[in-house]
Each structure stands twice: as C-alpha cells, then as structure tokens.
C-alpha cells in the first residue's frame, strides 16, 4: 500500500514536471516569432539616424568644443557615465537641459589606397567627412564652461570634438515596394558609392555608404537609390583578368566582345538616404542580392 501510494506521488511529481517543461518550452519556441511579429520596423532607428556621419564642402563652425572632462589627468577619450566640460557657459546663453551634439572632422586613418579608378578624385569633391560622435546633455552651467553629460554615443569623446547645437533629424519612412533585379533605368541621376562605413569596400544591409550625389544635385532625405554594376566593364570593382567573361583558359568564347554598355546591367540593391551634403549622401543599404562595393553605381529610384 505505501509503495503505491509512493508511486503515484512520484508519477504526480513528474507529470506536473513534465507539464512545466512543456509550458516553458512552448513559450520559448512562441517567443520568437511574437517578437518577430512586433518588430516591424518603418523608419531608421535612432542610431542610423543620429550615428551615420555626413560628408560635406561647406565650413563647419569650430568656436564651441569639448575641453575635457572628469579625470582628464589620465583619461583621453570620455565615455556615457562621464562629466564632460565645453567651452561655452551662462554669458553665451547656455542653459540647463539644452542639447547639443558632438562631430569630429574624420579621415581613412590608414590613408586611402584607392579602391577604384575615381575614387580619391570622387572624395575630394565631396568634401570633409565629419563622424557623428554623440549627443550631449547640460546638466550644470558656469559663466563660460558648462558641464554636459553623453544621452546618445556614438563614439568616444575627445577634446577638441566640435559642438553644436542639437538639430532633431526625422527619420524617412521606408518603402515598401520589393528589390526588382530586372528594374530597367530609371532616367534619373546617376553615382557611384564612393566609400563605405569606416572607409570600407564592401557593404551590406544595415551598413552606410556615401554616394556622390547630395541636396545640390537636388537629393532629398527618404530619397531611395538604386545599385548597380556593369557587365564586362573594363572599371571592375573587384580584381580580374582582362576579358575573363570571355577568354580564360580556354573556357568558351564569343565571335564578338560584347562591351559593357551592350549587355544588361546587374542590379544589386538599394538604399534610403539618411542625409544630405551639397555633393553627398548618407544612405544606409535596406536590401541586397548579393555583395556591394565602392565603385559599384547608383541610380536615384
């Protein structure tokens, strides 16, 4: 009699552990695909928003800075969590709770070895870039220094970051037409990436890339660009042998080389464009087909 008793309590034991295991991983498989369901994204977030840089020709104002911060006698760079110190006070009008946002002059650190054929010319003439570093918060005001605390990060501060009085950015609403790899062209202007983040070659979803196309040329923010690559184009965006769509180790020929502009170009992906300089754009890539580089073309949508 006790050992039924026994084991109809352990069988109750392992029926209500089973039916807990079972609950918890019902909600464990459900789980993604609620979030799934709950994020759907329809603009950039903040970060793209505020975090992508912007490349322009025209004079930045360098007169407000940040001159330190906290522990500066062994501290280069400030992080979110530190006191920082700019150099504009009460008598220019500072205020507590006033917003400002942080930029630095940037430059490839390891000097631009060209990716492409037009690359160091396409730069120039887009001017600086100047790297979005954070946004700042007044927290306390002297007479001409006033204390600021990180609300955004994007990089590490360093004295000598140029600040400026905050300007919101409204984010663009992203379309939702599908990517057409047959897209024919637009008639509109064409560009090139001229560089990625960081200087990079390659690019993907997410990443953010600056064309030489900007508000001069009439681009507008939430503006969508088509990219695209040539075939056969004796400018290759990655390294080949001459003519290896053609002739390579005897692997088949044509009676006729067929140029670039005769064949059909390759669309690749697109993007949104988060800002503009007069000869610039900002544009994260939404969608791809397959990899993206510097010196790969674009069309505005």
């Known amino acids: 009699m006790q050992k039924n008793i026994s084991y109809r309590i352990l069988m109750m034991g392992l029926r209500v552990g089973l039916s807990f295991a079972l609950s918890a991983a019902v909600a464990n498989a459900q789980q993604p695909e609620q979030e799934l369901k709950t994020y ?29 911060g906290e522990n500066s006698n062994y501290k280069n760079t400030f992080m979110p969590g530190d006191y920082i110190f700019i150099n ?10 006033d917003e400002f946002e942080v930029a630095r002059a940037d430059s490839d650190p390891m000097g631009q070895n060209p990716w492409f054929k037009y690359q160091k010319m396409l730069s120039h003439a887009m001017g600086t870039k ?3 570093v954070g946004r ?20 590490s501060m360093q004295r000598g970051d140029l600040v400026r009085p905050f300007v919101e950015r409204p984010a663009p609403v992203y379309h939702k037409a599908s990517l057409d790899p047959l897209a024919p062209p637009s008639g509109k202007k064409t560009a090139m990436i001229v560089f990625g ?14 064309i030489n196309l900007g508000s001069g040329q009439g681009v507008q923010v939430g503006d969508y660009f088509r990219m695209f690559r040539y075939q056969g ?5 990655v390294f080949s042998m001459k003519d290896t769509a053609y002739k390579v180790y005897g692997y088949g020929s044509t009676p006729v ?12 992906g697109e993007g949104i464009v988060l800002r503009t300089g007069p ?11 397959q990899e993206i580089f510097a010196g790969d073309y674009v069309e505005l949508e």
């Open 40 to 68: 759907n994204p329809t603009t950039p977030t903040q970060d793209d928003m505020y975090c992508s840089s912007v490349i322009t020709d025209q004079p930045v104002p360098k007169d407000t800075y940040v001159i330190s």
């Open 88 to 97: 504009r006070g009460g008598d220019q009008g500072v205020k507590v709770g």
């Open 130 to 132: 100047y790297r979005d």
């Open 136 to 155: 700042l918060r007044v927290i306390h005001v002297a007479p001409k220094i006033s204390t600021v605390v990180i609300d955004q990060f994007c990089d």
């Open 197 to 210: 983040s960081k200087y990079g070659s390659l690019t993907g979803p997410g990443k953010i890339v600056y």
């Open 233 to 237: 184009s004796s400018n290759e965006t």
């Open 257 to 268: 080389t067929y140029m670039w502009n005769d064949l059909p170009r390759q669309v690749l």
């Open 279 to 289: 000869n610039s754009s900002t544009v994260m890539v939404t969608d791809v087909r």
